[in-house]
């Protein structure tokens, strides 16, 4: 471990998304280097069990709920304070049909995108933040040809609408969520420079609970599939890609801000992450999202 990051091992990080998978497996490498490490999940016994497991913190996270985000942001600063040596905003859904939010928004971009934006948001106002690290996928780049649709445009408007009904244009939904994980991570670092802000492809890992939220028959080809997926390129495991987003967390693997890190490696990602305008619109549009959700509720 390099000097900078024992030095900060006492600033705490947040993690999105801890509970299983690639998360977990972080969460665990980054508290045994003697990080204070705020974990989240959706479902309490689920954080219970992480927290337990890794020595976490555990912090419940609904990223659907406007409301659960902004409680969670509330308690993790109450349990962090004022700085936090990373964010990784890795929690992330999947599904093949149709599926909302209560509040009607289509829930893939809703957990991927928006949630994670307001937690964003909510955590910065209110702590120095060193490194952001946004968890994407190479399903956002249709040249990577993973077998996944091609993302749709990147329009917010069009995109918390749900789909039409068939399992390709619900999938398609996460692709297009990780182009905008990826837009989101370079609109940040245009306006956040004092913070390292970083897009992580973590590969694909058979195994991990992405595919919680599928039916009962999508899983269970997944994992008699998944297995078999292991001589690819791009395929890894958990515990590889825990290796290289502890790394990005502590600051021992230095990226500069703006990068798109894949296999620990800094490389390009798609002509249409580049899209500056495209970003800024998507920024300002999820701000507005987010004030709207939190006004119907309060």
């Known amino acids: 471990m390099s000097h900078d ?65 902004d409680r969670a ?41 928006v949630g994670h934006v307001q937690l964003w948001e909510r955590l910065h106002a209110a702590a120095r933040v060193d490194r952001l690290v946004v968890t994407s996928s190479g399903t956002h780049d249709p040249a990577q040809r993973t077998g996944m649709p091609e993302p749709l445009p990147v329009v917010l408007d069009d995109l918390v609408r749900p789909p039409a009904p ?63 997926l292991a001589v690819l390129p791009r395929v890894t495991t958990p515990a590889a890609s825990s290796r290289h987003l502890a790394a990005l967390a502590d600051g021992s693997r230095h990226v500069p801000t703006g990068a798109y890190v894949s296999g620990g490696r800094v490389v390009a990602s798609s002509a249409a992450s580049h899209d500056e305008e495209v970003a800024r619109r998507l920024y300002d549009d999820t701000l507005a999202l987010v004030e709207r959700r939190r006004a119907a509720v309060a």
């Open 73 to 113: 942001a509330d308690e993790i600063l109450s349990r962090t304070g004022d700085h936090l040596g990373a964010v990784l905003l890795n929690a992330g859904t999947q599904v093949s049909a149709p599926t909302t939010t209560p509040d009607g928004l289509e829930i893939t971009i809703a957990v991927n995108h």
């Open 166 to 228: 068939g399992i390709t244009e619900s999938l398609r939904r996460y692709p297009t969520s990780k182009l905008a994980n990826v837009l989101t991570a370079y609109e940040i670092a245009r306006r956040s420079p004092g913070t390292t802000v970083v897009a992580y492809d973590p590969g694909l890992m058979p195994g991990t609970g992405l595919v919680r939220n599928q039916p009962t028959w999508f899983r269970a080809v997944w994992r008699g599939v998944g297995p078999l």
């Open 5 to 69: 990051a024992t030095s900060q091992s006492s600033v705490p990080v947040v993690l999105t998304g801890g509970t299983s998978g690639v998360g977990l497996r972080t969460a665990e490498r980054l508290v045994r280097a003697g990080h204070h490490v705020v974990l989240t999940g959706t479902r309490s016994s689920g954080v219970a069990r992480a927290a337990e497991a890794t020595g976490a913190t555990g912090v419940v996270l609904d990223l659907a709920s406007p409301a659960s985000v």
